[in-house]
């Protein structure tokens, strides 16, 4: 027999009624709660509130509303707050009732600011350092890159400071209070935003300029964990970052890095020279060759063509000619080698060589052997093994980030970036520690591990059995 619905008609009170049996068992935010700790906060965030006056959201759900505005992409923190008594997950995420009074949007961008980014990168460090614990980050090889996030700032907002016209225009006077706002340092450049001037604009590819802020990750290949980030303007050069990066993975995970994997835009001489003074592989490719290819396809011959003589201290050139030391440059840490004026003019391979008049010179660096050194150990076939993961890896990295909105800034500002950035990664790694931990036994097995079980192992019988009994906890968990 057929059924039919009875007119609908609200239910004042519901008796039997559970949330907790209402929130399937497998349901990802039971794994977040099950395996995250929100209530640190109360102790981090302690100092920030008086004694009197009006009781506060509890610090663990504001930051459990965070998470979810991230997790779920929600447009705004008004759309997040209309839809909160609409999902009974995220009530039941967030320890309410069906009748609990949700707070008003405003108390999210309130804590922010009264919290700072502090809160928020003890939160990623604290979900990196659990993935450490377990034993999904093995810390000794880094792939680096960086990616560019839209800000939240119109092109009509772009005001040119070296025009007479910034006078006139409305919106400077913002800007300038903007600009007095800003944190010293972070952005030197013509064009700003009046909305949001520690944005900038930057041309990607072909494609039109765009106020941007850039993300720089260090990421661990095993589970991909993000063990490092950071948000800059987006014009800033990614190789500045390198050592900051590295000393915040080693920060974050206790682990120093032994290879650092990134592309030819980290290539510098002061990152080779850093990497070698840390005793560090940079499996990095030359920026320096990467811009002479450039000139080969040219037709001018890089430094590459010229040989280097220790015993007499110059350079052998392509036609047999020796350039002797021509210059000494401090500031760039380097000499100049030159060729005698009168051999290049008479010289057939001048077209392909040199467009200089007074002939052609190479640059050598006073530390000129370790960078050969550090360069050439780039080329070997591991490093190029691992370039060839980076890509794919750290696109991985960032495509998975714009599921939860990454593409485009949710705040202006730059600390605000950095909070959304923290807590992008952050799920990011809550998703890897979810799946790796509790999934196949491969993944959770670091190097370190490898390395214990091989040297406790005297025969390949007791290998296998170690590494059984090893692994057994990991996969109970
Ligand atoms: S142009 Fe000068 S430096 Fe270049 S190959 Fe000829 S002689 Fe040598």
């Keep these: 027999m057929m059924g039919y619905q009875e007119l609908p008609q609200s239910k004042l009170f519901y008796t039997g009624f559970n949330l907790d049996q209402k929130v399937r068992k ?35 759900v504001i930051l459990k509303l965070m998470l979810l505005l991230v997790l779920y992409n929600v447009r705004s923190e008004r759309e997040l707050m209309e839809t909160v008594p609409e999902r009974l997950d995220w009530l039941w995420f967030l320890g309410y009732e069906l009748d609990t009074e949700i707070p008003d949007h405003s108390v ?16 990623f460090e604290r979900v990196v350092w659990q993935s450490v614990e377990a034993g999904l980050v093995d810390g000794s090889k880094i792939f680096l890159d960086s990616s560019l996030i839209e800000a939240d700032a119109s092109e009509n907002s772009i005001v040119d400071t070296h025009s007479l016209k910034k006078q006139l225009s409305k919106n400077y006077q913002e800007l300038e209070e903007r600009l007095e706002e800003r944190s010293p340092g972070e952005v030197n450049q013509r064009y700003l935003s009046t909305t949001d001037p520690e944005a900038a604009l930057v041309r990607q590819g072909s494609g039109t300029a765009q106020l941007s802020y850039k993300t720089h990750r260090a990421v661990d290949p095993g589970c991909e964990i993000i063990t490092a980030t950071e948000v800059t303007p987006g014009d800033l050069n990614e190789a500045h970052r390198m050592i900051e990066l590295m000393n915040a993975h080693q920060s974050n995970t206790l682990r120093p ?63 047999g000619v020796r350039l002797k030391k021509k210059s000494l440059h401090k500031s760039r840490q380097s000499l100049d080698y030159g060729a005698p ?18 002939g052609r010179t190479v640059k050598r660096h006073f530390r000129q052997t370790e960078l050969d050194l550090m360069r050439a150990k780039a080329q070997l076939a591991e490093a190029r093994r691992d370039l060839q993961t980076r890509q794919h890896l750290m696109e991985r990295s960032f495509a998975r980030s714009k599921r939860y909105g990454y593409d485009r800034s949710q705040w202006r500002g730059l600390w605000r970036v950095q909070i959304q950035e923290y807590m992008t990664a952050t799920i990011q790694n809550i998703q890897a ?15 370190t591990m490898m390395d214990m079980i091989k040297t406790r192992a005297s025969s390949v019988i007791d290998f296998f059995l170690i590494v059984k009994s090893e692994l057994s906890p990991i996969k109970n968990n």
């Design 26 to 60: 497998n349901h990802p935010l039971r794994n977040i709660q099950k395996a995250i700790d929100f209530e640190f906060i109360y102790q981090k965030v302690a100092d920030t509130y008086g004694s009197n006056g009006n009781v506060s959201t509890p610090p663990p």
């Design 108 to 123: 999210l961008s309130k804590a922010r600011k009264r919290w700072g980014t502090e809160v928020f990168k003890e939160f």
């Design 257 to 319: 890095a032994e290879i650092v994997v990134a592309d030819s835009k980290y290539g510098t001489i002061e990152n080779f020279l850093s990497c070698y003074d840390r005793g560090v592989k940079a499996h990095i490719p030359d920026l320096k060759k990467a811009r002479a290819s450039r000139h080969i396809k040219e037709g001018i011959y890089s430094d590459d063509k010229f040989t280097y003589d220790s015993r007499s201290d110059t350079y052998l050139c392509p036609s």
């Design 341 to 358: 004026k009168k051999e290049c003019s008479k010289c057939l391979l001048r077209p392909e060589c040199t467009e200089n008049q007074s």
């Design 433 to 447: 520690l979810i799946r790796y931990a509790q999934g196949p036994l491969r993944m959770a097995m670091t190097g």
